[in-house]
């Protein structure tokens, strides 16, 4: 069984800056495309940042692009997002999710592609 453990957030004033992470229990972690979603309060959940298995290749919101950055170690498991001027509209729950994907992968904001979950880590940013 495939885990993933999510940490890193908590509580930020506005413009400051959040550094979440992402172990995945797996050793073939490489192979999976991995993606950060958020799921703000009374909302959907929402794809924030994706990145290939070598990390080549990644996706942004456009409520992320140049705030926030995806990136992975292979050698350690782990994905990260680091995410800088933070705004009170950022506040949510963030979870990482992997797919275990060979090729192209089109749909790397929909939930249901995606095959684990992390449990959730919270990111609240007030004003």
């Known amino acids: 069984q495939v885990q993933l453990v999510e940490s890193g957030g908590g509580s930020v004033q506005a413009g400051g800056s959040l550094r979440l992470s992402c172990v995945v229990s797996e050793v073939s972690f490489r192979i999976y495309y991995m993606a950060w979603f958020r799921q703000p309060p009374r909302k959907e959940r929402e794809g924030v940042a994706a990145?290939?298995?070598?990390?080549?290749?990644?996706y942004y919101a456009e409520s992320a692009k140049g705030r926030f950055t995806i990136s992975r170690d292979n050698a350690k498991n782990t994905m990260y997002l680091q995410m800088t001027s933070l705004k009170p509209e950022d506040t949510a729950l963030y979870y990482c999710?992997?797919?275990?994907?060979?090729?192209?992968?089109?749909?790397?904001?929909?939930?249901?592609?995606?095959?684990?979950w992390g449990q959730g880590t919270q990111v609240t940013c007030s004003s």
């Open positions: 990145i290939s298995p070598g990390g080549g290749i990644t």
């Open positions: 999710a992997a797919a275990e994907v060979f090729g192209e992968f089109p749909n790397y904001f929909a939930p249901g592609a995606y095959n684990y």
